[in-house]
């Protein structure tokens, strides 16, 4: 079992930058692969980036690409996402997925999800 926890979502006004921060813990393969997607009220879960276990591969969601930069962290299973020129609708709770194969953008690909973190922008 796998857990992930998020930490950095806080309230930040619009053109301004936030980092999420993921760490998993628990038993993962060699291979673990991690990912953000994001929910915003009312509207359904949406990838916005993943990254392979070495950190070689990386996708972005067309709407964050240029902006937001997800990278692995110092500590084994970590994952970053640097969140820069922010915008209202940026808004949602940002969750963190593991898996134990390969990065997707899909969510069914992923059998580990954090709690999820707020992020609101402010305009």
């Known amino acids: 079992q796998v857990q992930l926890e998020e930490s950095g979502g806080e309230l930040v006004q619009a053109g301004g930058s936030l980092r999420l921060s993921c760490a998993a813990s628990g038993r993962t393969s060699i291979g673990f692969a991690m990912a953000w997607f994001r929910q915003a009220p009312g509207k359904d879960r949406e990838f916005v980036a993943s990254i392979s276990a070495n950190g070689g591969s990386t996708y972005y969601a067309d709407i964050v690409k240029g902006r937001f930069t997800i990278a692995r962290g110092n500590a084994r299973n970590t994952a970053v996402l640097q969140m820069s020129s922010l915008k209202p609708e940026d808004t949602a709770v940002y969750y963190c997925?593991?898996?134990?194969?390969?990065?997707?953008?899909?969510?069914?690909?992923?059998?580990?999800w954090g709690q999820g973190t707020q992020v609101t922008v402010s305009s």
């Open positions: 997925a593991g898996s134990q194969w390969a990065s997707s953008t899909t969510g069914g690909a992923y059998d580990s």
